[in-house]
């Protein structure tokens, strides 16, 4: 089925029956369907086309055939569109002044019931990390198929084990923390927060300015939410972790995006971050180590952002999940301590340095010249104070976690688990006709490039979910971090050599024929 023929119809039928997307996404449960915004939108924008089942279920909607919408045939042969039982005249919700009413189920006969919508500030924003593609994946394992995944940064389901001290730690102090911490949290896990600042050298760390967090996520979205008012404009790496540009959108603001050049290792183009600073820019993103890529950036790098931070007195927000996952005898640098003189918030936790990425451990860390942030700080406060506290036992063993020996040090050097993976899925993905990728140094993902004219490849939630539906393989695209050309997919190299081995095999039987 043509993408664009099937868009183009689609829309042609919308419009002839006077229906919006969001029209479409509430009645689709009537039709034994259910579609998300994202869902339509990919199908009107000709991104992507939907099963067959779903496309009768689109066109018994609309009043058409499901040939013609699939442009198979060019004859509408149009019908009345099914309405559910009730009186079969005009369609009251068609005309209905609150655009939150539509028809009634059969129960409510002659009568009609709101419906409740999303709101409209989730209208873009994308989380396709777990998106259309995840969806599919999730019906074909209901269905009974085995799918090999490699989309999420998950240990766990890996064999990745939390350490033992960790987990007899928390067992122990688990009855003395039945009640709520300090909004911020505990002291003691602040405490170790801020000694682990100290030795990677941010400056002007206090215990007030360390909030713990049920994971960076909440922490990500709590700190854009007290920052950004409408118009407000953020820069944001491209590809990104994508819940940085939902949270800046969700916010009110607008995420720009800046080019991270794969020619240079991935590394950030300063010029390009230059020409997108305006007026409305507050604030600048990094994600160092990076996810999706692996790219670690180093001083000279930090040192170019700081000195364009410093020039338009922006804000820095850096990620620094995965700063104790760094191969090859690198040193991660925390970019505030390279800016005494500004303010910035720095991102860590435990979820993949420990392991526990279902403890949910994270924290913030305020630095630099906080006078000028004063205002910020305090609404950081007040939205801190409303969610009462993080995971209180997932606090408790910070302070063990950070002390002592780190388990994670055995997987990043030769002969540790995560460091073979990275040399053998590189090593792997390189060979592939059409193939072509950066090494990462740090994480575990990698980012490789597909030639797209040699696989004729215009759309990558396509070529996602083709290669899903014949391998049996799940990937996330390059679109889902923000990449504009469909050209890139992540990989995560978490699974054993053995699994990726048969991971790299699926991959290059499915391009040795693939065309788009």
Request: some cysteine.
């Amino acid at each position: 089925m043509a993408e664009g023929i099937f868009a183009q119809r689609l829309a042609e039928a919308m419009q002839q029956r006077h229906l919006k997307q969001i029209d479409i996404v509430r009645r689709a449960p009537e039709y034994g369907i259910h579609l998300g915004k994202s869902h339509v939108s990919q199908y009107v924008s000709g991104k992507t086309v939907p099963r067959p089942d779903t496309v009768r279920a689109l066109a018994e909607m609309l009043g058409v055939s499901d040939a013609w919408l699939s442009g198979e045939s060019d004859a509408m042969t149009a019908s009345k569109p099914r309405l559910a039982e009730g009186p079969q005249h005009a369609d009251p919700a068609a005309n209905h002044s609150d655009p939150s009413f539509t028809v009634a189920p059969a129960s409510t006969k002659g009568t009609t019931m709101r419906h409740f919508g999303k709101s409209s500030k989730l209208d873009n924003v994308l989380y396709d990390v777990r998106g259309p593609v995840v969806d599919e994946a999730a019906r074909m394992e209901a269905s009974g198929t085995h799918v090999l995944k490699l989309n999420i940064g998950n240990p766990a389901p890996f064999g990745f084990r939390t350490p033992d001290e960790v987990v007899y730690d928390m067992a122990q102090q688990l009855t003395d923390c039945e009640g709520y911490s300090d909004s911020k949290g505990l002291f003691s896990a602040r405490k170790a927060i801020m000694q682990y600042a100290q030795i990677k050298n941010i400056p002007n760390v206090s215990i007030d300015g360390i909030y713990t967090g049920n994971g960076v996520s909440e922490l990500i979205n709590l700190s854009m939410s007290a920052l950004l008012d409408n118009g407000d404009e953020v820069l944001v790496p491209s590809p990104d972790y994508p819940l940085w540009t939902a949270c800046v959108t969700l916010a009110g603001g607008t995420a720009v995006h800046y080019i991270c050049d794969e020619q240079s290792e991935w590394y950030p183009d300063i010029e390009d971050m230059r020409r997108k600073i305006t007026d409305h820019t507050k604030a600048i993103v990094i994600i160092n180590p990076n996810n999706p890529t692996g790219a670690l950036y180093p001083p000279e790098v930090l040192q170019q952002i700081v000195d364009l931070a410093r020039e338009h007195q922006l804000m820095i927000f850096s990620d620094e999940i995965y700063d104790r996952l760094v191969m090859d005898g690198l040193k991660h640098v925390s970019i505030a301590s390279m800016a005494p003189d500004l303010f910035c918030v720095t991102f860590s936790g435990l979820s993949k340095s420990h392991m526990i990425a279902g403890y949910r451990v994270g924290w913030m860390v305020l630095s630099g010249n906080k006078s000028i942030a004063k205002d910020y700080i305090e609404g950081l406060n007040m939205l801190t104070n409303m969610r009462i506290c993080s995971n209180v036992p997932a606090q408790s063993i910070i302070q063990t976690a950070l002390g002592g020996h780190q388990s994670v040090n055995d997987y990043i050097v030769p002969g540790g688990r995560i460091y073979e993976q990275r040399e053998y899925i590189y090593e792997a993905l390189n060979s592939i006709p059409g193939v072509s990728a950066v090494k990462p140094k740090a994480a575990f993902y990698i980012f490789p490039k597909l030639d797209i004219k040699r696989f004729g490849i215009k759309n990558d939630e396509k070529f996602a979910l083709d290669l899903l539906r014949e391998q049996k393989l799940l990937i996330v695209q390059g679109s889902g971090f923000n990449w504009q050309h469909p050209d890139h997919f992540r990989v995560v190299y978490l699974p054993r050599i053995e699994v990726l081995k048969d991971a790299a095999t699926k991959l290059g039987n499915f391009l040795s024929t693939y065309h788009q």
